[in-house]
């Protein structure tokens, strides 16, 4: 039998699988899966250089289901050339027919959307919420090219998903850096969800704005294997980034599920058995016996299949000289003065670890002369990758190069990066340590005004879970130092932690609090003060303030302590500090809007007797001002209101 006798009879199998599969889990989107099971075919059964035992391979060609929806066409595909599951080796299963039956079950490692996580290693990322798996693809590809391994990298991207705008900043980004060995396949089969897509999305116009952006593009019959086939090979041997346009039919082989209201929709048990007719119908048009008559093997990957185990990177950084960091440097001068921002100390941190580790990477959105990632880029250009202004493009670029391997660091003002949180979810959905630094965080900006202020960055970052697998690491660390010596040593603790982290950081230049010698923890806190009247409980630019607080508060004979709670999620330790303090009055105060410390330290002493808590945090919206302490004073933080609060709960 020749290949395109092969794949046929291989997207005939899968066909079936794909409404049985969903039917038996009584949902899922037989209809999108059936569309894409000839594409899936020629890649996954001929084209792709891949092993089905080991999806840990590291030279392998990559798929990147943006389409997420769509993945049971690949899970047939699993079962169909043997496959396997597990979050690592000694784990793994093959993927079989019976195994198909448990879709989206609790216990199942098939979820109704890719999720790496949960064991199907085959993916690289948590994709379904539309329209971010060209960009994983885009730092998977990124990551080959750093390692020399000639690994190709393939996404499926769904026509109505197209109209998100995250496709196109990809797209700019695949030709900015020149990614020919991503190729982009639209799976063009004309309707969404509720209706028919619009003419914007149809093949045709998608095809004209792909060329505008620099794309070679090819347009094919998406169900004929030895165009799809002929199509992957042009593209291979391109220099420039390919995009195949396919013309699907949505619910291809099964007359039920083209109806165009089918989306998402399973067969009933009474319907399946009409549906397996309509598939062994198709067979016998494209002149199979068999619904499933020759199993394909794809060729073995080439090349070097071991990766870095990271021992490379285990040196540390040392306690910081920032003199002889900033040697050369004209901002030597205000660090002299004694002042140093907790951004300009980050990126002293990224550029150090640069170069004591290979895997650390550095992605920025034309801010790197703010977030200072520019010390990084001019030390190391190969692996810094702007990324413009295109956040969520950056962000889930970081998750390919993450997936990869490396160590990625995404930086942006904390504001900016709020336009991305649904792609920094899917970082944590999909288990990649993905490194988050979101500078000029606060309200504290001065006359930049409140477009430019990061205050719901703490709330969603602290709302992950504290310890999702059991494994006793939290979902996402976090990380907000007052001064230059804990940004940098906290710089180290974000390479440490495997998973998600995120470091706040600051515009302003601010006195040193901390000797180069301090250590730092994840979770830890810093008792500054010692007061038996009241504790306050705060991190960053607040820290600062709340020193100024204790002195005046001092004068007027309140003893006041303070703490610098500078991690997320918070030990108990932290309510220990306070009890050490001889205090069961705790103030909490931060520049965020609420959710962050003060409803953490509540979660805390909720169950515990004789606390009395009370918090400040942004009362009112933010605007320009010309200083700090105009902004301050305006949202209900100044230095007066915070006294007059603590003098309130001190009982005075």
């Known amino acids: 039998m020749n290949d395109k006798g092969k794949l046929n009879s291989l997207a005939i199998a899968m066909a079936r699988h794909v409404v049985k599969m969903t039917t038996a889990s009584g949902s899922g989107h037989p209809s999108s899966g059936l569309s894409l099971v000839h594409i899936v075919a020629a890649l996954m059964g001929k084209h792709m250089r891949w092993d089905p035992s080991d999806p840990w391979n590291p030279t392998a060609d990559r798929l990147v289901l943006s389409e997420g929806h769509a993945v049971p066409a690949v899970y047939a595909a699993m079962a169909e050339l043997g496959a396997v599951v597990g979050k690592d080796k000694q784990s793994a299963k093959p993927v079989t027919a019976e195994s198909l039956l448990t879709l989206r079950a609790i216990d199942s490692p098939l979820d109704g959307h890719p999720n790496p996580r949960v064991g199907a290693k085959f993916f690289d990322s948590a994709t379904g919420s539309l329209g971010q798996g060209a960009s994983t693809a885009a730092g998977l590809a990124l990551a080959a090219r750093l390692d020399s391994t000639g690994r190709r990298v393939f996404v499926l991207i769904g026509d109505g998903e197209s109209r998100e705008g995250q496709i196109w900043e990809a797209c700019d980004f695949i030709i900015d850096h020149k990614l020919a060995n991503v190729t982009l396949i639209f799976n063009c089969n004309g309707q969404g969800q509720s209706d028919y897509v619009s003419s914007q999305q149809s093949g045709a116009t998608l095809s004209k704005k792909l060329r505008a952006f620099g794309f070679k593009v090819l347009r094919i019959n998406g169900h004929d294997p030895e165009a799809i086939l002929c199509a992957l090979a042009e593209a291979a041997s391109s220099e420039v980034p390919v995009a195949i346009v396919a013309k699907t039919v949505k619910g291809w082989g099964v007359t039920e599920l083209k109806k165009h209201t089918y989306h998402g929709k399973p067969l009933t048990e009474k319907q399946l058995g009409k549906a397996l007719k309509d598939i062994d119908h198709a067979a016998q048009k494209l ?44 901002y030597l001068s205000t660090f002299e003065k004694g002042k140093m921002s907790t951004r300009r100390a980050y990126g002293l941190a990224l550029r150090e670890l640069g170069k004591i580790n290979p895997l650390v990477v ?82 504290t900006l001065g006359p930049d005004g409140p477009s430019q202020m990061g205050v719901t960055d703490v709330p969603f970052f602290r709302s992950f879970p504290a310890d999702p697998d059991g494994s006793g690491e939290p979902a996402v660390a976090f990380f907000c130092p007052a001064d230059g010596v804990a940004a940098y040593k906290c710089t180290q603790l974000v390479v440490d932690h495997p998973g998600v982290c995120y470091l706040r950081t600051l515009r302003s230049d601010m006195p040193l609090l901390y000797s180069p010698d301090t250590e730092f923890e994840l979770g830890g806190a810093k008792t500054l003060a010692v007061g038996k009247d009241l504790t306050i409980l705060t991190s960053g630019y607040m820290v600062h303030l709340a020193k100024q607080a204790v002195a005046a508060l001092a004068e007027e004979g309140i003893k006041a302590g303070l703490v610098d709670c500078y991690s997320f999620p918070l030990k108990a330790m932290v309510e220990t500090e306070a009890v050490s303090n001889g205090s069961d009055k705790l103030l909490t105060l931060e520049d965020n809007y609420t959710g962050g410390l003060g409803s953490a330290v509540a979660e805390i002493v909720a169950g515990m007797d004789n606390f009395q808590l009370s918090c400040m945090y942004l009362g009112r919206f933010p605007k320009s001002g010309k200083t700090a302490d105009d902004i301050l004073d305006y949202v209900g933080l100044g230095l007066k209101q915070v006294l007059a609060k603590a003098r309130q709960v001190a009982g005075r």
Do not use: W
């Not at 810094?384 to 295109?390: D, H, K, P, Q």
């Open 287 to 330: 002149g199979l016996a068999e619904a499933a008559l020759e199993r394909v093997v794809p060729p073995l990957p080439q090349g070097n299949t071991t990766s870095c185990c990271g021992s490379c990177g285990s040196d540390r950084l040392q306690d910081p000289d920032f003199a002889e960091l900033l040697a050369g440097d004209k």
């Open 362 to 443: 550095a992605l920025d959105a034309d801010v790197s002369n703010s977030t200072f990632t520019e010390y990084f880029a001019k030390a190391f250009p190969s692996r810094y990758f702007e990324c413009r202004i295109a956040e969520q493009n950056m962000v889930s670029a970081a998750v390919g190069l993450a997936a990869a391997g490396k160590i990625p660091f995404v930086s942006s003002f904390a504001k900016f990066l709020s336009r991305a949180f649904d792609q920094i979810e899917m970082a944590v959905i999909s288990g990649h340590g993905v490194k988050i630094v979101g500078s000029h965080a606060g309200v």
